[in-house]
């Protein structure tokens, strides 16, 4: 198919054969990239949602946190982190990408688990301090574990978001996906073939994960009847 003399798909198959080791490198980064963003980003987000739960006068600071968080846009928390944060302490792009993407998505799980915990009946907790256990240590025995399994299916969303915001890591220098497909579009002028074989990695790796979110849901529903 030709579109307008612009696209050649001679060219996009040609590319997409020449590319792949570079694409397949470029892969793995960005999903490590995503990788440890979703970790350090449940790890902020279970805290936030906890403090948010304590009581009203720490709900503020939650509340300011995740509205400030979210009222901004990503790719202006990845330039603060890496070029503010470069004034006081050292960080590699990766950890400033990954770092930014974090406290990005740190602002939607602290909501998904704050949503998954209150969904949790009452009763539960009382239960727990009837047979004498702390609030806390009923929220860690009785409390978290449902709640992280409700909360599953909506963190695999935030994951798969993640995935395609990692792209603007781009703007830091990071040869991640898209910036690979950048440097490759440059070199060569294949501008359109490039940037589709780009989406189409783009799409398999959002597949692979949509599957495994999928799989894990189905599971967690198998072990709850």
């Given at each position: 198919m030709i579109v307008g003399g612009v696209f050649s798909i001679e060219t996009f198959f040609s590319e997409l054969i020449r590319t792949y080791p570079f694409f397949l490198e470029a892969a793995w980064l960005t999903l490590r990239i995503t990788l440890a963003a979703v970790l350090l980003g449940t790890v902020i987000g279970v805290?936030?949602?906890?403090?948010?739960?304590?009581?009203?006068?720490?709900?503020?600071?939650?509340?300011?946190?995740?509205?400030?968080?979210?009222g901004t846009p990503l790719i202006v928390q990845i330039f603060?982190?890496?070029?503010?944060?470069?004034?006081?302490?050292?960080?590699?792009?990766?950890?400033?990408?990954?770092l930014a993407l974090a406290v990005h998505n740190s602002a939607y799980i602290a909501e998904i688990f704050r949503g998954?915990?209150?969904?949790?009946?009452?009763?539960?907790?009382?239960?727990?301090?009837?047979?004498?256990?702390?609030?806390?240590?009923?929220?860690?025995?009785?409390?978290?574990?449902q709640a992280m399994?409700?909360?599953?299916?909506?963190?695999?969303?935030?994951?798969?978001?993640?995935?395609?915001?990692?792209?603007?890591?781009?703007?830091?220098?990071?040869?991640?996906?898209?910036?690979?497909?950048q440097g490759i579009a440059a070199g060569t002028f294949n501008t359109m073939e490039t940037y589709l074989i780009v989406a189409l990695y783009y799409l398999v790796m959002v597949m692979i994960l949509t599957w495994i979110v999928n799989r894990v849901e189905h599971r967690l529903s198998v072990s709850e009847r």
């Open positions: 805290v936030v949602a906890l403090i948010k739960l304590s009581g009203p006068v720490l709900k503020v600071f939650a509340d300011i946190y995740i509205t400030i968080i979210r603060v982190l890496y070029f503010g944060f470069s004034q006081v302490i050292q960080l590699s792009p990766f950890w400033s990408a990954s998954a915990i209150q969904s949790i009946d009452k009763g539960q907790m009382e239960a727990g301090r009837s047979l004498g256990m702390t609030s806390s240590l009923t929220m860690r025995r009785i409390i978290m574990p399994r409700r909360a599953v299916p909506p963190l695999g969303n935030q994951f798969i978001i993640a995935l395609k915001d990692s792209s603007l890591a781009a703007f830091v220098a990071i040869g991640e996906l898209f910036r690979t497909a």
